[in-house]
């Protein structure tokens, strides 16, 4: 498959399939919790060839970035390769990256578990962590995929935070992007909103979760920390806080708004010029629905905005337990671009 262009008129003709919770997992705070559940495991890929791939990053820090290729059984030989992208406080073995790993091999796809610098296994050989500004890094993680296939071309799965970084790498990246097309699961578009909105008392399960993971994943041997700022990791009780005291000062902002705005996907929309699906829920308890209702997406015709009223924040678990619906919406998208 060569990754060709796709306009919004085409992309609009793809029949995406209802949205429909199913039971009892209704509403966006049930739909949340059930996308975290392990309903796959690393054993379910152990068919697949795997291979455990590595790369430098050249910025003198000695860090590595780490990822997971796998191969699939029987494949048309044009496959593109489907890199995925985990949220905060994820890695590649995220529950949500081992279903649409699982999802994507069984369709022939070679697909890329990538691990975000200091998450996951890349946590000991890295003494930087990434946040949602390290754009940069995905050069690396796309690198690691070898000649034979990133000649079919690369398209890249984000969720969550993970979709707001790349959303804004391919808006800063323009027309020079090496990924050819991408869909975005649940992405902030503006992390201000998100902030606040994980301090409201029925987001305090996820904002405890979340904190709770960044707080280990920051403090663990192989980073590079001083005392003060182990402290004052040790010490935030918000996500906000952690922002604050540790992400905007560690990697040169000014505070936590300074960091939300420069970091944000939402400004860089416009400048994307592949083709690319956007997959979000009304529901959403963690990323608020104004910016996705305020946004003008006709500014920008490789956009294509999937709104569905349910499916709460990388949820969207329906009827069928076997397949989640943003993983059969994902590969319709592609399905399309490959007929362009």
Known sequence: MTLGSITRETSTQVDFPRFEAGAPWWGGHLQTIVGAFPTTSTRDLDQYPAERLFAAVPDGTGDSMVATLHRPIHSDINRCVVLLIHGVSGSEDSSYILRSAAY???LGYPVLRANLRGAGPSRPLCKLQYNAGTTDDLVHLVSMVPADLRSNGVVAMGYSLGANVLMKFLGERGSSSPIGAAVAVSSPLDLSTVSRRLMRWDNA???FAILSQLRKESVKPAAELSEPERDAVLRTRTVWDFDQTFTAPRNGFGGAEDYYTRSSC???????????????????PIVPNDAYLQYRWDRNPK???LLSQSGGHCGFRGADRRVYWHDVCAARFLKNIEQF
Do not use: K, W
């Open 266 to 284: 939402g400004p860089f929309l416009e400048h994307i010029t592949v083709p690319v699906l956007m997959i979000y829920a009304s529901d959403d």
């Open 205 to 207: 399960l996820f904002q």
């Open 303 to 305: 956009l294509t905005r």
């Open 104 to 106: 994507f091999l069984n």
